[in-house]
């Protein structure tokens, strides 16, 4: 496929993407959840309520929820349920005694946006969490977008979920061909880009109040021919674009790092202040992404850690979306698609519908929508970091004054 063929399908699709069966509430993965109840045992799949009363929980990856004990919280595997808005679960109730020591990295696998249909319905809408505090449909939101009319704007997934850039990808999957799910994949499989996260000062038990994880970029190991093994004993090399200056400081400081991250009954949390994802050579930055992953320890059949189920929740600047059209040409002129070009303000107006968020994490009613909330699902396996290699800069095609780089949504 071209590299401007997905523009002809932004002007030719004008607002038809819209579907108001994308507004209907799906199953998410985890279940439905299930009701409250004494004793706050488990159903399967799912985890135990804590005691005191509360609401039910979700349920596990695969079957229905825990039931909540009288009294308190009900938990699902990775989420709790806050009023109409779904979060990751809490830091562990009582500090565990720490014993830190328990270093590892792991290497996403498989990416998952949830674009594919099940039962005729995309699974967007049940990835993620609220990121803005608001369950957002249809009359309610966050900021101000860029269409002021409601049946144009996208609307929250099940219990708040923010993922419109879940929605982005499931609208136009058949031209974004360098951020579908299975492109994404088969970049991972092949050795040419993934995630990386460095998990440190962890006791290796089921809670630890406060652990240390890092975001890197795994770049390409495939140069050789080599493919991950996917055997604990990969080494990624990684780009130096995870590390401040550049990894030209000693000792090396990474960019993106959360020092207080926890795990509650294997599971990780973890907010960090950014991160960066290598979709087949476009760099996609993500702002104050929160991630959660049940971790499973090493076993005698597989003696690594891993990573069976895992979100990844953020905010992706419209900037940084608007970027990307600079990497492309319009199909008549093969111009740059610079902020002057004829076809950009019809192309920027179809992107900028998906606007949903605003861009700092402090939520501030009425503010213009500069961000799309966008969730995806991963499974890693761990590994281990090789060489630190500089990261290519991609030719710049438009100047200073009409770089999409410098527009937003928001504007």
Known sequence: MSRFSWVLGLLSAGCSYYDRSLLDPIDPVQGQAGQAG????????????LAGAGAAGEA???????????????????????????KPIGPPKEPPAKK?????VLAVRSFDLGEKKVNGESQFQGYGFDLDGYCSCPDDFTCKGADSTTESRYCDGPDGRDNAGGALVAAYSSILTDFRSEDLNKSTEEGRSTILFQIRSYNGEADDDQVEIAWLIGDDLSDDGTKPRWDGEDAWPVLDTGYVDNAQSSPLREKYVDKNAYVRGYVLVATIP?????????????????????????????????VDSGTVAARWDSRDVLKL????????????????????????AEICKFADIPLGVQVQPNVPCSALSIALRFTATEAKLGPINPAEVPPQQCPPETDPAQDSCGL
């Open 274 to 306: 950014g991160g960066e994802v290598n979709a087949n050579g476009f760099g996609v930055a993500l702002t104050a992404p929160i991630m959660v992953a049940t971790l499973q320890k090493p076993t005698e059949a597989r003696p690594f850690w891993s």
């Open 325 to 348: 059209l600079g990497r492309y040409q319009d199909p008549l002129a093969k111009e740059p698609l610079c902020t002057d070009n004829p076809f950009y303000g019809n192309i920027k």
């Open 38 to 49: 004494e004793g706050g045992s488990a159903g399967d799949g799912g985890a135990a309520g």
């Open 60 to 86: 596990g990856a695969s079957g229905t929820s825990g039931q909540a004990g009288a009294g308190g919280e009900a938990i699902g595997v990775e989420t709790q349920i806050v009023g109409c808005a779904a």
């Open 100 to 104: 830190d020591g328990v270093e590892f």
